[in-house]
Each structure stands twice: as structure tokens, then as C-alpha cells.
């Protein structure tokens, strides 16, 4: 009889939980499925692509608030008029059909779940899940901000150059293209590690939580500076390799490392350096030893 009452009160429990994850799983299965579809296989936009590190983000997120269910069934329930404000939002966004307000509506309107349910406490327990989400959910801002990458492209091209006429090459650099005979290539956006550099920085962020350094800003910049560099030098070779690919006529190798597996593996192995630079921070700036209360420092006689 006992064991009778008590699965009543399960499914009551639980029944909401259930019908949630179910409304959610409807709306936006099929989008996360079209947009992990389109970063495996390179078929979505290019756009898109910034933010194909939500392959690992959104696990990632999704493992942080199941380790820390227990945590969110403790707090006190309570509802923020706020979280119903974003939830209608989020759902006006969904209806709307504009790809950036449709994708938007998925952080929306967990955001808003979060203040209905839990209030601010139940928002800063699901935080960075939640900033996960948010910065791998795909909107046009690559596309906003490829028009100001001008330096950056023109910079790596001329150090591209530089390394190139080292070796003997004859190449000429002009703006963002690099000449080798009658063969160019340019450094594109795309090219200028710009998605690379997205994805680093995305990665640092998930290495500086799961190593408990986000509370330290000097741990936090430095690992942030060497990220950044460690980027942005990866990219100069890479793309100094395609030109001397492309120059030397290696068109096999061109396409390897520019479109193909290859390119894959070189970033795997580039986002690989972070775990090395994240340990040797930490070894750099070690935490400081608490001080010891005069009670800790007596000794009985």
C-alpha cells in the first residue's frame, strides 16, 4: 500500500518536468538536429559555422544543469513576472519565421523558465549553462563584424609573405592576397581565423569554469591573452601552409587542410594546446595559501 501511494506521487512530481522537456524537445529538436546536421557535414551557412562549437557547448551545458539538479530542486520555489515576460517573448520570437529571432527564442525562453520557476536564485545557479547556450546559438553577428576583421586579414597575409620570402618563395603581398606566380590566394574572413578564433575563445571559457579559475582575473586574462595568440598564430601558419600549398601547385593538400579533414584535425590539435597553457597558468599564478588563525598556529604544550 505504501509503495502503492508512492507512485502517485512521483508521477505528480515529475509530471511537469515531463511535460516541459516534451514542449521544448518539439520546438527545438528539429533545429538542433538541422544545425548539428549542417556543422558536421559543412552543408549550413557559413554564418552558421562560427558556431559550430555548440557541438560540445550544448553537451556541456546540458551535463552542468543535470549535475546540479539537486541543487535546483532545493531552492525555494518562486515565479518572476520577468520569466513570464521572456517566455512570451521567447515564444513571439519562435512564431516569428526570422531565422535570428527564431534561434534567439532557445536561451529566451529558458532564461524565462529559470525566473518562473526559481526566481534570480534559480538564473544565477543555471548562469553559465545558460551563457553556454546563448554564445552557441547561431545569429548573424559573424556576418556583422566580418567587415571590421580588415586589419586582422591584412596582417596575417603580410606575415604569411614575410615567412614565405624566407624560405626562398617569391611571393608578393597585396592587401589581403598573397601572389605566387599567376597563382593567388586570399584571406578571406573565414580565412582569418575569425571561426577558429570564436571557437578558442568558447573553449577557454569551458576550460576556466571546469578548472574553477573564473574567480581569479589575473588567471583569467593571461589564459585568455595565450588563447587568443595561440589562435591567431595557429591561423598565420595555416594559412602561410595553404599559400605555399596552393603556390606550389599541391592542390591535394590545399584542399586537405583548407576544406577538408585536415583543416579538422589542425584545429582539434590547436584547441588541444589550451589544456597544456591552462596548466602551466595555473602553475605560473598559483593560488595564494590561506592564512593560518592563531588557534591553527599554537601548538598544545
Known sequence: MQFSRKIPIAIERYLLDFAIFAILAALYLPIGVYWVDGWLKKSISLEHEYFSHGLIGFPFA??????????????????????????????LFYLSGLHNLLNLSLPIVLVGLCLW?????????QAFPLLLVFLATPTSMPYLIAPYTLPLQSFIATVAGFILTQLGMDVRVEEISL??????VEVAPHCAGLKMLFTTLYVSLMLLYWRDNLSSRKRTFVFLALAVTTSVTANIIRNTLLTFFHGTGREFWFEWLHEGQGGDLYSACMLGLLIPIMIGV???LPDRPAFASPAENTTDE
Do not use: H, M, N, T
Not at 62 to 87: C, T
Not at 179 to 184: A, E, K, L, M, T
Open 62 to 91: 546540458a551535463y552542468l544543469v543535470w549535475s546540479q539538479r539537486d541543487r535546483w530542486r532545493k531552492l525555494p520555489d518562486q515565479s518572476s513576472p520577468l520569466g513570464a515576460g521572456l517566455l512570451v517573448l521567447g515564444f
Open 179 to 184: 601572389f605566387v606566380g599567376d597563382r593567388i
Open 282 to 284: 595555473e602553475r605560473l
Open 117 to 125: 520557476f526559481k526566481g534570480l536564485p534559480g538564473l544565477k545557479l
